[in-house]
T-cell receptor, first 114, second 110 residues
Framework: EAQVTQNPRYLITVTGKKLTVTCSQN?????MSWYRQDPGLGLRQIYY???????DKGDVPEGYKVSRKEKRNFPLILESPSPNQTSLYFC?????????????FGPGTRLTVL | KNEVEQSPQNLTAQEGEFITINCSYS?????LHWLQQHPGGGIVSLFM???GKKKHGRLIATINIQEKHSSLHITASHPRDSAVYIC????????????FGTGTSLTVIP
């Protein structure tokens, strides 16, 4: 089944404790992206990747890192999480970059930073 | 800065009503996406369009590039259409940066 998976789905952590949220797609998609969703602000893009080893900042990249060493995986790294990073996070992928292809979204990861 | 504006924010309709959700944007785009998010959080892509009109079942999406405006219509609405509808526009370098409206929360009452 074609899908985007994220792990973990729920995470409660404490300020400063490094964490990684994994994202994997099995559709051989070129483009992958991370978003956060907050009440009243909607979805905002954190980072995106056009292909292996090609990543760039979105609208709200501060406090986050990403890597794209393999085409299928695009982990989101929070090296020193803070409470303002409490949010619902979505990974998404599409066949090609450029915004002209349908995006497939993962199920979301709800992160709470205490 | 709000690159994408959606209206209305909230919408309640009786089953069977015709529904319209609007999206206006200020950036140059290659296409516009409509997304649906059900309670419980999952997001699915409904439409991607760069001109004219598209139809999937009871859903119709239109876009006017010159006016920078898109509409999502739902005909013969049903309670299962209750969800948040989100407009998204790819912009920035090569259209890889996405900007989103804050969503329209639709409730359809039986």
């Amino acid at each position: 089944e074609a899908q985007v998976t994220q792990n973990p789905r729920y995470l409660i952590t404490v300020t400063g404790k490094k964490l990684t949220v994994t994202c994997s797609q099995n559709m051989n998609h070129e483009y992958m992206s991370w978003y956060r969703q907050d009440p009243g602000l909607g979805l905002r893009q954190i980072y995106y990747s056009m292909n292996v080893e090609v990543t760039d900042k979105g609208d709200v990249p501060e406090g986050y890192k990403v890597s794209r060493k393999e085409k299928r995986n695009f982990p989101l790294i929070l090296e020193s999480p803070s409470p303002n990073q409490t949010s619902l996070y979505f990974c998404a992928s599409s066949q090609v970059w450029g915004g002209t292809d349908e995006q497939f979204f993962g199920p979301g990861t709800r992160l709470t930073v205490l | 800065k709000n690159e994408v504006e959606q209206s209305p924010q909230n919408l309640t309709a009786q089953e069977g009503e015709f529904i319209t959700i609007n999206c206006s944007y200020s950036v140059g785009i290659s296409a516009l996406h409509w997304l649906q998010q059900h309670p419980g959080g999952g997001i699915v892509s409904l439409f991607m369009l760069s001109s004219g009109k598209k139809k999937h079942g009871r859903l119709i999406a239109t876009i006017n590039i010159q006016e920078k405006h898109s509409s999502l219509h739902i005909t013969a609405s049903h309670p299962r259409d209750s969800a948040v509808y989100i407009c998204a526009v790819p912009s920035g370098w090569a259209g890889n940066q996405f900007y989103f409206g804050t969503g329209t929360s639709l409730t359809v009452i039986p």
